[in-house]
């Protein structure tokens, strides 16, 4: 990647014009045995896209993205805070500065988790993933998303009919393409039947990886992704800023472990942590890279990885982790260290 394109002030009252260049250096993966491919790098709306955060700011990490060549932008239902924000938030920005670049766009939105009160308002029920679309749809002032996910599997609702929801949704013309998220490796491999009974493709996973949670490397769901043809994009792999070199001093006031609304706790950031980070980020300085780009390179490594979605607070660190696709070979001896 030769060259990032960043304004560093982009007057918001004027129209957004992309780079010209915005897919000169851009990496893209095929997204299993699927014709769709993906950004290396995907931009998730997680944090600092809500209802409480900069809007301004939001709206110059979505251009600086774009501008170097990140088409996918991952949403949910519940993202904000507060939830359904992130996708307003969204919404407003495709409206004013990309809606002409809508065919250039993989916009994604998920449902899964609690939305509303009463019992519609959560899990994998017909009722609920259908009803959250439209809401997403309307958000974000959409005809349909390019990728619809189940967001995390529910033991309470016969699969059969979360996957007949996604099946339904694309012959609605509501999705283009369907996935799931947070799923086991058994129910990831009955999905994928499932859908494929009803002529759906199961597109992607997204499940969370990273090295300070490589669980998908063990249990097997990677190698079984592989071996279904479904794409991987990776949620949470520096995770949540641990893999940053935020955290090796202190606990710095605008961090998501300082934001009382945040997953991150304080708890989890001991001495044995730091000092684990700490051999992590020497490293990192050997490779040349920062902590971030590593463990996003850690990631990117395997090949059956499509995507990971890094969050942000500011377009600079966004082109600080595009930089990571530069290098993303690792010696025995270094993955070893990772361990």
Same mark, same amino acid.
């Given at each position: 990647?030769?060259?990032?394109?960043?304004?560093?002030?982009?007057?918001?009252?004027?129209?957004?014009?992309?780079?010209?260049?915005?897919?000169?250096?851009?990496?893209?993966?095929?997204?299993?045995?699927?014709?769709?491919?993906?950004?290396?790098?995907?931009?998730?709306?997680?944090?600092?896209?809500?209802?409480?955060?900069?809007?301004?700011?939001?709206?110059?990490?979505?251009?600086?993205?774009?501008?170097?060549?990140?088409?996918?932008?991952?949403?949910?239902?519940?993202?904000?805070?507060?939830?359904?924000?992130?996708?307003?938030?969204?919404?407003?920005?495709?409206?004013?500065?990309?809606?002409?670049?809508?065919?250039?766009?993989?916009?994604?939105?998920?449902? @899964?988790? /609690?939305?509303?009160? =009463?019992?519609? $308002?959560? %899990?994998?029920?017909?009722?609920?993933? &259908? +009803?959250?679309?439209?809401?997403?749809?309307?958000?974000?002032?959409?005809?349909?998303?390019?990728?619809?996910?189940?967001?995390?599997?529910?033991?309470?609702?016969?699969?059969?009919?979360?996957?007949?929801?996604?099946?339904?949704?694309?012959?609605?013309?509501?999705?283009?393409?369907?996935?799931?998220?947070?799923?086991?490796?058994?129910?990831?491999?009955?999905?994928?039947?499932?859908?494929?009974?009803?002529?759906?493709?199961?597109?992607?996973?997204?499940?969370?990886?990273?090295?300070?949670?490589?669980?998908?490397?063990?249990? @097997?769901? /990677?190698?079984?992704? =592989?071996?279904? $043809?479904? %794409?991987?994009?990776?949620?949470?792999? &520096? +995770?949540?800023?641990?893999?940053?070199?935020?955290?090796?001093?202190?606990?710095?006031?605008?961090?998501?472990?300082?934001?009382?609304?945040?997953?991150?706790?304080?708890?989890?950031?001991?001495?044995?942590?730091?000092?684990?980070?700490?051999?992590?980020?020497?490293?990192?300085?050997?490779?040349?890279?920062?902590?971030?780009?590593?463990?996003?390179?850690?990631?990117?490594?395997?090949?059956?990885?499509?995507?990971?979605?890094?969050?942000?607070?500011?377009?600079?660190?966004?082109?600080?982790?595009?930089?990571?696709?530069?290098?993303?070979?690792?010696?025995?001896?270094?993955?070893?260290?990772?361990?």
């Amino acid at each position: 990647m030769a060259h990032l394109f960043f304004q560093e002030e982009i007057p918001m009252a004027n129209v957004y014009t992309p780079s010209a260049e915005r897919y000169a250096n851009a990496v893209f993966r095929r997204c299993g045995w699927s014709g769709l491919q993906l950004p290396a790098v995907s931009l998730g709306l997680w944090h600092n896209f809500g209802g409480v955060d900069d809007f301004d700011n939001a709206r110059r990490m979505i251009h600086v993205a774009f501008d170097n060549g990140i088409t996918h932008f991952d949403l949910a239902n519940n993202y904000g805070p507060p939830p359904g924000s992130a996708e307003e938030t969204f919404g407003r920005i495709l409206k004013s500065d990309l809606a002409a670049y809508r065919d250039e766009l993989i916009i994604s939105s998920k449902a @899964g988790y /609690l939305m509303w009160p =009463g019992p519609y $308002g959560d %899990g994998g029920s017909r009722k609920y993933l &259908l +009803a959250s679309l439209d809401q997403s749809l309307r958000r974000m002032g959409l005809e349909y998303v390019d990728i619809f996910y189940s967001h995390r599997f529910d033991p309470h609702t016969p699969l059969e009919e979360t996957t007949a929801a996604l099946a339904q949704a694309v012959r609605q013309g509501k999705a283009l393409y369907v996935g799931i998220s947070n799923y086991p490796p058994e129910q990831t491999r009955q999905a994928a039947a499932l859908l494929k009974e009803r002529g759906v493709q199961l597109l992607i996973h997204q499940p969370r990886f990273s090295i300070l949670q490589p669980d998908i490397e063990n249990n @097997g769901l /990677l190698d079984m992704l =592989g071996e279904l $043809g479904v %794409g991987c994009i990776c949620f949470s792999p &520096l +995770a949540q800023g641990l893999l940053t070199d935020k955290y090796l001093r202190d606990i710095p006031a605008d961090s998501r472990a300082a934001k009382a609304h945040g997953f991150l706790k304080k708890e989890v950031i001991t001495p044995e942590l730091v000092t684990k980070l700490s051999a992590f980020n020497a490293l990192a300085a050997k490779r040349g890279q920062s902590l971030a780009q590593m463990a996003l390179a850690w990631v990117l490594r395997h090949p059956a990885v499509t995507s990971v979605l890094i969050g942000a607070s500011g377009p600079q660190q966004i082109l600080e982790n595009l930089a990571a696709v530069k290098n993303l070979d690792f010696t025995d001896a270094e993955l070893e260290t990772l361990k």
